[in-house]
């Protein structure tokens, strides 16, 4: 058996989380055997362990900044390393990237980067993706074909290309009711802004879009589900109910903060919303409304644009447009035909992401790459 350690920071359930666990979760069936390192200690640690999947608590702060903690974290993670008996070192997101990295280079063992942030899309990021640039990787991953030309745009890269993949066990999980949750009526039709609340994901061009179709349609409902995560951007999502009232939508607009069960509600809306500003780098909340056949309206970048073919299986707008995403969702809210048809659709091109289709694709990686053993 190939033994993976895959090394992640946070400790909450975001996006890169979710598809670690999707991805930790197929590999047994494949003869791998994943073990997950983390470095803080969150609610995401248990969920993993709840699973059965083996997690190594190392309990070490780990800013850049701070020389002495890298010291710190170098050694745990040198240590977990090699007491885990890994073949392949998998750090989740750049700035795992970059510790795991050289730590798996002390010890002897292969890494295999899976980077899930847009090339320089911060300056602190960019920082970070440019010191893992000069690491030593087996291979680095990511999880679109638009990510893997950026990468090799800005930082002359080679990255290989995996598709995120959707846990279809995550997909079939009994849909929570938003309507009784929220107190709103049963024949609500209900258009979900999914994602962690940041600027650049735009729940407030969503707000905006609500309030402009919110007087045409008595029926809609306009949910956001997500909340500030990994500590960022705390006065931003605090900002929002504030925003909804000031464009006089707060009695249509309900906060659900952030969910475990995103796609459990999801489930249940009619319309799924995807509004970053700026180029998402795979949009996994896009590949989940499609796998669960619900109509999604996405911005025009990066990943969506590979997810979504425009006005087939979902529809794609300007970038942090109102205007343009209120144009979006009158289409669909005047129409149930209109979101069953681009739902369906959605459905069957959501055989592409499965969690299925990326273990094998990582397999692959894994055999290639792990280190040659010695009989
Ligand atoms: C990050 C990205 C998102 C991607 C996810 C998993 O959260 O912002 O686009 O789907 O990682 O790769």
């Known amino acids: 058996m190939t033994r993976v350690l895959f090394v992640d920071g946070a400790g ?18 494949r003869g791998v055997d994943p073990v997950v390192a983390f470095l803080a200690d969150g609610p995401f640690v248990d969920e993993v362990a709840a699973e059965g999947i083996a997690v190594l608590r190392l309990g070490v702060a780990a800013r850049l900044r701070s020389p002495w903690q890298l010291r710190v974290a170098h050694r745990a993670l040198v240590d977990a390393v090699r007491s885990s008996g890994a073949d392949i070192v998998q750090p989740v997101g750049e700035k795992m990237a970059l510790l795991a990295g050289w730590a798996a280079r002390t010890a002897g063992v292969p890494a295999v980067a899976w980077l899930h942030d847009a090339p320089m899309h911060s300056v602190g990021g960019g920082l970070t993706q440019i010191a893992v640039r000069f690491t030593p990787f087996a ?51 209900v258009v979900a802004h999914v994602g962690r ?39 931003y999502a605090d900002s929002l109910p504030a925003l909804a009232a000031e464009l006089g939508v707060a009695d249509r607009v309900h906060f659900t903060g952030h969910r475990s069960d995103a796609t459990a509600l999801m489930a249940s809306v009619d319309v799924v919303v995807h509004a970053s ?56 809210l005047a129409s149930s035909e209109a979101r069953s048809s681009l739902g369906a659709a959605a459905a069957e091109a959501a055989q592409r992401t499965s969690a299925g289709a990326m273990a094998d694709a990582f397999v692959e990686i894994y055999a290639r790459r792990r280190r040659p053993t010695h009989v």
């Open 277 to 332: 500003r700026k180029p998402e780098p795979f949009g996994l909340v896009v590949a989940e409304a499609q796998a669960l056949g619900r109509a999604v309206i996405a911005t025009r970048t990066g990943g969506p644009q590979e997810l979504i073919a425009d006005g087939r299986t979902g529809v794609l707008v300007a970038p942090g447009d109102a205007t343009d995403l209120a144009q979006g969702l009158r289409r669909l």
């Open 12 to 29: 909450e359930r975001g996006g890169a989380e979710r598809v670690l666990l999707a991805l930790a979760r197929h590999l047994p069936a």
């Open 197 to 235: 609340l940041q600027h650049w994901k735009g729940a407030d061009v969503f707000l905006r879009a609500a309030a402009e179709v919110a007087s045409e349609f008595a029926d809609a409902r306009f949910l956001v589900v997500g909340g500030a995560l990994y500590g960022w951007e705390r006065e």
């Open 139 to 189: 291979e680095v991953v990511v999880p679109s074909s638009w990510m893997a030309a950026a990468f090799a745009r800005w930082l002359r890269l080679r990255p290989t290309c995996v598709l995120n993949g959707v846990d279809p066990d995550d997909v079939a999980a009994a849909p929570v009711d938003v309507r009784s949750m929220a107190g709103w009526p049963p024949n609500s039709v």
